[in-house]
């Protein structure tokens, strides 16, 4: 006979985190999000409720199903995904898990959900991203959309942080954590960097005027 684990009954919302792509209604008037995996077929809001993903008529989430929203208790669980190649253009979201949930091991999966943050990388270029533009992609009637600097982002549909927020609302906060920039060397650092380059400039003349001499020289 198996033992059902204790239900708990916290005093506030459990934080979550997960990644995603954001996404832009064609009309231009909604903005919401769509996973990475199961449901990414499904954009959802800043405040929602899942429903199952196989058309089933249970409440999400179903203890014989895997439908519902999904996400993992620790942050850098979350940020280890967008190291790998589909999932770089993705943000990261941080969220509060509303109403009924499963707990497992590493995360969560649950009923409704807020996204409180979310905190976009650069640009695929590497410089800090400023706007967020068509990523070129999408679902029906949704643009997804992807952090750009104003130079790659062009002539693309695209949105400033704080217009996401405004269609957003329900208090969504976008960040967009500055690029880490190569430390600059200091003095020191410098006369031993240019006393090596002469050192091997050096070496490179000694062996020209070798060469050029000849074996009988």
Not at 20 to 48: E, I, K, N, W
């Amino acid at each position: 006979m198996s033992r059902r684990l204790p239900e708990e009954r916290p005093t506030e919302p459990p934080t979550g985190y997960k990644i995603a792509h954001p996404v832009l209604s064609q009309d231009g008037t909604r903005v919401g999000f769509v996973g990475v995996s199961l449901g990414a077929a499904l954009p959802y809001g800043v405040l929602d409720e899942a429903a199952c993903v196989y058309g089933r008529r249970h409440r999400a989430p179903h203890r014989r199903c895997d439908c519902g929203f999904h996400c993992v208790h620790a942050r850098q669980d979350a940020e280890a995904l967008l190291s790998t190649a589909d999932h770089r253009r993705a943000v990261l979201l941080e969220v509060s898990v509303l109403g009924f949930y499963i707990r497992f091991e590493r995360g969560f999966r649950y009923a409704r959900q807020r996204v409180r943050t979310m905190t976009s990388g650069p640009c695929v270029c590497g410089a800090a991203g400023v706007v967020l533009a068509d990523a070129g992609w999408g679902r029906p009637g949704w643009c997804a959309l992807e952090s750009a600097c104003a130079r790659c982002a062009g002539a693309r549909r695209a949105l400033a942080p704080a217009a996401f927020e405004r269609l957003a609302g329900e208090g969504l906060t976008v960040r967009n954590p500055p690029v880490a920039t190569t430390p600059a060397y200091d003095v020191p650092e410098l006369v031993a960097e240019a006393a090596l380059l002469q050192a091997r400039l050096d070496w490179f003349q000694t062996q020209l005027a070798r060469i050029q001499r000849g074996p009988r020289g």
